[in-house]
């Protein structure tokens, strides 16, 4: 009598469970390995339009069809060395996917237009959405509905991709990596995307221009757009405020000006401009008021002046290298000139054209240049010309430290938290100088006659 109980309550409760799931339409985790798998699935399964776990795809599938129900995936949906489907027919239907949507080396995948519902990939730490090595898809776009992708965002090895085009999306949570699609030639789109963490655009031969992310207003790592060797402009980043790690543009032999970053202000790590032959102008930078270290122009040899880099705070750059720029002959920018003559960081300088060749000419073109840089004084010196001793006058807080330089840039008198306003000049030689004082961390210049 009890073992009969027993097996009418497992029975009862199997019952219960299998009546539960045909009401809740579910059906748990699913691997698909034959196209015969999956036929079957929507015999067993007519009502189901929920998958508890993830859906994995096989190499032998063709036919996506009997997933046409399937709206919504809590898992992944992966599909991985497949070289028979075409294109993704049978996923019209499917709304959101709990963690991500990978699809890598479908040798024979065309297009992905049929994830027109889909409306969110994924999770912050997981990967949102990857498509890896799929020889053959030449777009990614009919995503339109795509407004949230967790985790990370690889789009990578496509060798026919000519176009991505996602343009609601307004949500990444981590990375966006599009590197090495040798035939993409735009992309567009991420119009409402505000933040990411780091993007990452290298080795798209063709790409021509990047006309996207434009309402992006920060980014909390890196910035990195390098050996696009198509790339003439980057129409996109306009209101690009902050990137919290380093900005990298590098390898694009095409590149004429970084005309998509006129809004940038601070950067959180390095600042590095380097192999971009066609390079000539990086005046957009000219909003750019703080980096977090290294600052390097390198193997830019059209570009002939720093004009753009004026108004970085001195005080950020730890590390200076303008290295082979051989058309750069003027480099007396603002911050350049305060880097140097403060001489309290590492400066490597060669290789430019005349003027810019060491630090030693730069200091010399800061010095002579000092009255048309700088805005009109907030002191002044008396008497000049002096001869024994001279005063500054109209200042409203005491210098932290008054420099006189030379005509060669050379430092000849330092006195930091001077006790007095007067200085002694007797003994130093007759010649002009560079008067330079530093208050609340910035500079003030003026030039003073010696006799």
């Known amino acids: 009598m009890k073992n009969s109980l027993q097996i009418f309550v497992v029975i009862l409760l199997s019952a219960c469970y299998a009546q539960l799931h045909a009401q809740n339409n579910t059906v748990n985790s699913i691997n698909f390995f034959y196209q015969e798998d999956l036929d079957n699935f929507l015999i067993e399964h007519p009502n189901a339009n929920e998958v508890l776990g993830s859906v994995q795809i096989g190499a032998y599938i063709h036919d996506l069809s009997p997933l046409v129900n399937i709206t919504k995936i ?39 237009s049929n994830l027109n519902s889909l409306k969110s990939i994924g999770g912050i730490w997981q ?65 409402d995307l505000i933040g990411a963490g780091n993007i990452l655009i290298h080795g798209n031969a063709q790409l021509p221009q990047i006309a996207a992310f434009n309402a ?15 790339l003439n402009q980057l129409d996109a980043f306009h209101n690009l405020i902050s990137i919290g790690g380093y900005l990298r543009i590098a390898g694009n032999a095409n590149l004429n000006t970084i005309d998509g970053l006129g809004q940038l202000i601070n950067l959180g790590d390095y600042l590095r401009i380097e192999n971009n032959p066609s390079l000539t102008s990086i005046s957009d930078f000219e909003n750019l008021e703080q ?40 480099c007396d920018v603002q911050s350049i000139c305060d880097f140097l003559l403060a001489d309290d960081g590492y400066a490597y300088i060669i290789s430019n054209a005349a003027g810019c060749e060491d630090a030693e000419a730069i200091k010399s073109a800061c010095v002579a240049s000092v009255d048309s840089r700088d805005a ?19 200042l409203s807080t005491s210098p932290e430290s008054v420099q006189l330089i030379n005509w060669h840039g050379q430092q000849m008198m330092l006195q930091e938290n001077p ?32 006799q």
Not at 91 to 99: N, V
Not at 103 to 109: H, K, T
Not at 163 to 174: F, Q, R, T, W, Y
Not at 376 to 389: E, L, R, W
Request: charged share 15%; with cysteine; glycine share 10%.
């Open 74 to 112: 809590h898992g992944m949906l992966r599909i991985r060395h497949n070289q028979l489907l075409q294109d993704l027919s049978g996923l019209e239907q499917l709304e959101s996917i709990g963690s991500q949507l990978w699809i890598e080396r479908c040798s024979n995948l065309v297009d992905v």
């Open 127 to 191: 990967r949102g959405l990857y498509f890896v090595d799929n020889v053959s898809l030449t777009a990614i776009d009919g995503l339109d509905q795509l407004r949230v992708a967790g985790g990370e965002f690889i789009i990578e090895g496509n060798t026919a991709l000519q176009h991505i085009n996602l343009p609601a999306i307004d949500s990444v949570g981590n990375n966006i990596l599009i590197r090495n699609n040798e035939s993409l030639t735009s992309i567009s789109g991420f119009g």
């Open 216 to 230: 992006l207003e920060s980014i909390d790592g890196n910035l990195s757009i390098s050996n696009n060797t198509a």
């Open 291 to 330: 980096i977090g270290g290294k600052l390097l122009i390198s193997g830019n040899p059209a570009l002939e002046n720093l004009q753009g880099l004026q108004n970085i705070d001195a005080a950020t750059i730890e590390e200076l290298y303008l290295v082979n720029n051989t058309s750069l002959s003027a």
């Open 376 to 394: 009109p004084m907030a002191f002044t010196v008396y008497p000049n010309p002096a001869t024994q001793q001279f005063s500054l006058r109209g």
């Open 419 to 450: 006790a007095s306003n007067t200085f002694d000049v007797r003994g130093l030689p007759k010649g002009i100088y560079l008067l330079r004082l530093k208050i609340d961390r910035a500079y003030l210049h003026a030039k003073i006659q010696i």
